[in-house]
């Protein structure tokens, strides 16, 4: 993974409908060569997939919640199956498990508080292992962004010779930078 690499992730994140050669040209590499470095992403596992993200505009009215839901219990087979009935429904788009709090964050999206209530009484009211649950709707989106923070970039070439430490500048005792070998 190098800064060329990282560069080609920022742009596809931000726009991944760029063709091939409209990368190649902006980050000065051949067309060959740019394809060869998107599909290793892909193949490495950096890229998981590529969506198209709708104008919530043109969808029309939706309501998104924030829902909060605690267990009863929360040993590992109830959490993941908890976890496992909640990711296969489609009104769910993020699901964490977190901690201190609830056991569970949900981001749900419906077309209105009907659709609530049925998402509620499929995945809240049906389960006797939810032991409470604390929805809020948001009433404006602010800010919605998909982009990960990326790593930095590390050397492509072999990592500088390490000499014996004297502790002067750039050994991790006198001050200086260490470096952690990639």
Not at 16 to 21: I, K, T, V
Not at 47 to 71: F, H, N
Not at 113 to 140: E, H, W
Request: charged share 20%.
């Amino acid at each position: 993974m190098d800064a060329t690499d990282l560069q080609l992730l920022d742009a596809l994140q931000h726009d991944a409908s760029h063709s091939n050669q409209a990368l190649a040209e902006r980050f000065n590499l051949s067309p060959a060569t740019c394809l060869r470095r998107v599909r290793r992403l892909h193949e490495g596992g950096w890229i998981a997939r590529e969506v198209a993200l709708l104008d919530p505009q043109r969808v029309g009215a939706v309501l998104t919640a924030v829902i909060e839901v605690s267990l009863d219990r929360q040993d590992a087979a109830s959490l993941d199956a908890f976890e496992a009935r909640v990711v296969a429904d489609e009104a769910v788009q993020q699901c964490y498990r977190v901690s201190p709090g609830p056991d569970f964050v949900l981001i749900a999206t419906v077309r209105d508080m009907p659709g609530y209530q049925a998402l509620a009484q499929r995945l809240f009211t049906t389960d006797a292992n939810v032991r409470n649950v604390k929805a809020f709707f948001s009433i404006k989106r602010a800010k919605f962004d998909t982009r990960m923070p990326l790593p930095p970039a590390t050397p492509s070439g072999p990592p500088p010779a390490a000499g014996p430490s004297q502790g002067g500048r750039g050994s991790p005792s006198g001050g200086g930078e260490a470096h952690a070998a990639p």
